[in-house]
């Protein structure tokens, strides 16, 4: 019998005996912010268990699991694995101890075909709580008499379960397999009592019996659940009398993959061994974690995911592999799950994509890597300072798990302590990217959730509806009948148009009127848990249950919709740009801007960036119609629109589809999504999509920023305001600023390097002539020279070395430093002008002071508003004085 077969007959069995079998819940919790991952069957009973959910008795299932304290020590045992499935019964009330019991030792030894005499259960031999007797009563009931000697007793650690300090406990039992005296070792203390490999523990029952009072005190609970997991690596082993699971069916197709490719042989040595086990084992678990949408990165989630990757690929060139190899595995990990997970298989081109990536650019920093950890192993051989080993991660990309299992080999302890400290100071604060998802207060609210109807929401079609104040919660969650002014809480409304926070979208904000009248402000919308909407409100005057409101959206709404659309018109740009193979890797919106998050494999040029922008104006003037539609989820693949990895779509699903003729045409389009969130109705109405900016997130993944409709127009409107200030400062027009800035930079450059005297060199050819067609009949040329921000001592030596090489020319050279206009008014000798007469005049038309010599004049004044017009007054002014 092998795995396929073993968990469809476990899920089989539980099915005969009258369990609702449920499919597995994502790696990824949901709704439960207090976990990372999925790490046990009973996370998706949650609800039961705490009594917020009474619509079923009981259930079984095989649930996808993934613990993460377990990576360093994959391939190093045959009991450590990071992700597995855990196959599990469940009670919620129903049934308990001699049910469970009784099920679990049949399916082991009739189904299983388990040799009973090889089978050793335990029990709570007491201590914290009292001795459990019930159990083995029911064990000595059903095992024959000359088998009572193998019911063993455990204590507190490894017998008694409990959820925290306070709450929800009792006892367990767990069924051990003897794999035989083969497996024997001297001073054996039995199962249970010994972490060696002779007695594995394969499922463990857990009693919950108990409400654990503060003090100690175990108060029997009103109804007892029964909550019940073992492992199918371990179950499958032991069926397949195989040395470990990763001979099994489960993960020796890998291996057998691998060893083809890398020509190395599975068994030639121990180190061998152990780094086709670690491939295996962290490749299965990468392709889960990549087909629910993770993606590497140096924080939460994604860590792990490269933690894992990285891992495995080295381990991968120890056994000889020098080029990414990791992708070309994946077939094997599809087969051994086909038919079982086919969402795995529906991710195959990500998760090759995601691997080969990420592998690529582990080998490109390892080698440089290994070699400042080997001068970090010579300069600190008792230890390497934590600062160190974060250096490397930050340089190079090198796991400190991989440091500190490089530097065990050399007997060097790694400062995990030191690395933390220097990880937290680079990064500000610690980021927990899995507890930014928008699932923030989940369990406060469950009582509620499970005491109130599903919210009806209206907000695709209006922002405003009469509504029911169904129930008022105070700040922490709790219901309560009535706020009080000036209060903070949370109202359910009995229909909202409130758009709720979810995929990306912020939540709507607004008001609560009654009478004409202001009740409460709105200052966000969450839907913490499944079905009702919780409206964050600050009270204006008192609220209660049950009065009639008017709900109002505020105008941000319309903002926040317009961002989001033009994240859709974006990520068809992108797909233009570069190919199928971007997708998007997360984004946020709100009424302010939005922010679009898509994997590359490189940094793009500007010119590609220009390209986008293009692409997505171009949408905006085409005023393609944005429709939306709920259809059958099957029209998703039959109309190939872009979804996004791992995320769970209801059926029928919304689809939002950007085309002149509807979904009549729906294959003709400009981009064609599943998306929960609210949208304009045409793309006219964006008005213009502005990118602000494009950035790395992490390797792979890059973020766009940016702004659209009202949001763009926003933007735009204080950028030329900012625009119009700077040209101001700088007196010139706005279309002149960037110039005057690069020339006052060069200015400032040059004053730091010392060769600000070098611009009394400059050439007479870098004046503009103004009338070249001469000023006094004879020819002579009239040159107006623009000095940046020479001081008037400057210009006068200006002056003197620009004349030097001229014939025939009035000069006009000027300034303007600090908000200050100053020139100066000299020719050469042979032109019949009045310099002072001119200086004159100009300090007349800068409301400043001016004069001096017939051939030499200085002034200042107020720095023009309009250059080119001051410029043309100039020419008048020296027609005037010749």
């Known amino acids: 019998m092998q795995s396929h077969q073993i968990r469809k007959s476990f899920l089989d069995f539980f099915a005969r005996n009258g369990h609702p079998v449920i499919k597995s819940s994502p790696l990824i919790p949901e709704g439960d912010p207090t976990l990372l991952f999925t790490s046990a069957g009973m996370v998706q009973f949650k609800p039961y268990y705490l009594g917020l959910k009474t619509d079923m008795k009981r259930a079984a299932s095989c649930q996808k699991s993934f613990r993460t304290t377990d990576i360093d020590n994959v391939g190093k045992t045959i009991r450590h694995l990071t992700f597995f499935e855990m196959l599990g019964n469940f009670s919620f009330g129903d049934y308990f101890k001699k049910e469970s019991i009784a099920w679990g030792w049949e399916f082991l030894t009739k189904d299983m075909g388990l040799d009973p005499k090889r089978l050793y259960p335990s029990i709570y031999k007491g201590g914290v709580a009292p001795k459990d007797e019930e159990a083995r009563g029911i064990w000595e009931a059903i095992l024959p008499r000359e088998l009572h000697s193998h019911i063993i007793e455990l204590g507190d650690k490894d017998n008694f379960w409990a959820m925290g300090d306070t709450g929800p406990s009792g006892p367990c ?269 989940a369990f406060i609210f469950q009582t509620a959730e499970e005491k109130l109807p599903a919210t009806v929401f209206k907000g695709y079609d209006v922002t405003e509806t009469q509504s029911s104040v169904l129930a008022l919660l105070d700040d922490k969650g709790h219901m309560v009948e009535k706020l009080a002014a000036g209060a903070e809480g949370y109202a359910v409304l009995d229909a909202t148009p409130f758009y709720a926070q979810s995929g990306g979208q912020t939540g709507d904000t607004g008001s609560l009127i009654f009478e004409g009248s202001e009740l409460a402000a709105v200052t966000d919308t969450q839907k913490p848990v499944a079905k009702v909407y919780f409206h964050s409100i600050k009270a204006k005057a008192a609220l209660k249950a049950g009065m009639k409101v008017t709900a109002r959206v505020s105008g941000d709404r319309y903002r926040t919709a317009c961002n989001h659309t033009a994240t859709h018109v974006i990520n068809a740009a992108l797909k233009a740009v570069f190919g199928d193979t971007t997708r998007q890797a997360g984004s946020e919106v709100d009424p302010v801007r939005f922010r679009f998050d898509y994997t590359i494999n490189k940094a793009p040029t500007k010119e590609e960036l220009a390209r986008i922008e293009e692409i997505a104006s171009a949408a905006v003037r085409e005023n393609y119609g944005v429709h939306k539609a709920l259809r059958p989820l099957a029209d998703a693949a039959k109309f190939g629109a872009t979804t996004l990895l791992g995320e769970k779509y209801a059926d029928p699903a919304r689809f939002i589809l950007i085309n002149r003729g509807g979904f009549e045409t729906a294959k003709d389009r400009y981009s064609l999504e599943l998306c929960g969130g609210t949208h304009i109705d045409r793309t006219g109405e964006l008005l213009v999509i502005k990118i602000l900016k494009d950035s790395s997130v992490s390797r792979g993944v890059r973020r766009i920023e940016g702004v659209a409709g009202p949001a763009a127009v926003s933007y735009l409107s204080e950028l030329a305001k900012v625009a119009e200030a700077v040209a101001l400062r700088l007196s010139v027009p706005p279309q002149e600023a960037p110039a005057r800035v690069d020339q006052l930079l060069q200015n400032l450059k040059d004053l730091k390097s010392g060769k600000a005297k070098t611009a009394q060199a400059a050439s007479p050819a870098e004046g503009r002539k103004l009338l070249t067609e001469g000023i006094d009949g004879s020819g002579s040329s009239f040159l107006v020279y623009d000095a940046g921000a020479l001081e008037m001592k400057d210009l006068r030596g200006l002056s003197d070395q620009i004349k030097k090489d001229l014939k025939s020319t009035l000069l006009f050279i000027y300034s303007r430093a600090e908000g200050k206009f100053a020139f100066i008014v000299t020719h050469t000798g042979d032109v019949k002008a009045d310099a002072s007469a001119i200086a004159k005049h100009v300090a007349g038309v800068v409301n400043g002071s001016g004069g001096g010599r017939k051939d030499f004049a200085q002034g200042g004044g107020e720095v023009p508003a309009d250059m080119p017009g001051f410029e043309k007054q100039l020419v008048e002014l020296a027609k005037k004085h010749i």
Request: aromatic share 12%; with cysteine; hydrophobic share 35%.
């Open 173 to 441: 039992s767990e069924i051990y397999w003897d794999r035989g005296e083969k497996y024997d070792h001297k001073g054996c203390a039995g199962p249970g009592a010994c972490s060696c490999d002779r007695y594995i523990e394969i499922w463990n029952h857990v009693f919950t019996q108990f409400d654990k009072q503060p003090g100690g005190v175990y108060n029997p609970l009103p109804k007892k659940n029964i909550d019940t997991g073992m492992g199918l690596e371990r179950l499958t082993f032991v069926v397949e009398g195989k040395e470990s699971p990763f001979e099994t069916s489960l993960f020796y197709p890998v291996i057998e993959s691998a060893s083809q490719l890398l020509k190395a042989g599975y068994a030639a040595s121990p180190e061998n061994t152990s780094a086709y086990r670690i491939i295996a084992e962290h490749l299965r678990a990468s392709s889960f974690l990549i087909s629910e949408g993770i993606i590497p990165s140096n924080e939460g989630r994604g860590y792990v995911l490269r933690r894992l990757i990285r891992r495995a690929s080295r381990y991968g060139r120890m056994l000889g592999a020098k080029d990414p190899f990791l992708h070309k595995l994946t077939p094997s990990v599809f087969g051994v799950f086909k038919g079982v997970y086919p969402e795995v298989e529906a991710a195959a081109k990500q998760i090759n994509e995601t691997l080969k990536f990420e592998e690529q650019g582990f080998i490109e920093t390892l080698g440089t890597g290994e070699k400042f950890l080997s001068d970090l192993l010579e300069k600190f051989p008792r230890g390497i300072p934590g600062a160190e080993a974060f250096s490397l991660y930050e340089t190079y990309g090198f796991p400190f798990e991989l440091t500190r299992e490089l530097a065990e080999k050399k007997g060097v302890p790694v400062d995990e302590k030191g690395f933390n400290e220097a990880r937290k100071a680079a990064q500000g604060v610690a980021k927990a990217g899995w507890k930014d998802s928008g699932e923030k207060n």
